[in-house]
Nanobody
Framework: QVQLVESGGGLVQPGGSLRLSCAASGRTFSSYVMGWFRQAPGKEREFVAAISGGGIYPAYADSVKGRFTVSRDNAKNTVYLQMNSLKPEDTAVYYC??????????????????WGQGTQVTVSS
């Protein structure tokens, strides 16, 4: 199992930027596809972005494509989410987790452990 600690959230105006970080435990970090997910109040948790183990292949939800960039540093066991041109609808708690394809989308891999505490992103003027 892997333990996850997200950070970097905050309050930002529409059009602003934030960079989220997710520090993961475990010696096999580089073998996992890592994903970012978010959950807005009253909504289901949804996929945002994923990055392959080697950091070469990213994937994005249509709602963030062209605005968000996912990356990772395997030497630091850390995955990042650079968020630009933020919109109010991006307001949510953001989580990271090992990910895999789930049907036509992405989801957390079964048995990865527990979600971290997440990091709150609020986009508001």
């Amino acid at each position: 199992q892997v333990q996850l600690v997200e950070s970097g959230g905050g309050l930002v105006q529409p059009g602003g930027s934030l960079r989220l970080s997710c520090a993961a435990s475990g010696r096999t970090f580089s073998s996992y596809v890592m994903g970012w997910f978010r959950q807005a109040p009253g909504k289901e948790r949804e996929f945002v972005a994923a990055i392959s183990g080697g950091g070469i292949y990213p994937a994005y939800a249509d709602s963030v494509k062209g605005r968000f960039t996912v990356s990772r540093d395997n030497a630091k066991n850390t995955v990042y989410l650079q968020m630009n041109s933020l919109k109010p609808e991006d307001t949510a708690v953001y989580y990271c987790a090992p990910a895999s394809r789930a049907g036509t989308g992405w989801g957390p891999i079964a048995g990865f452990g527990s979600w971290g505490q997440g990091t709150q992103v609020t986009v508001s003027s």
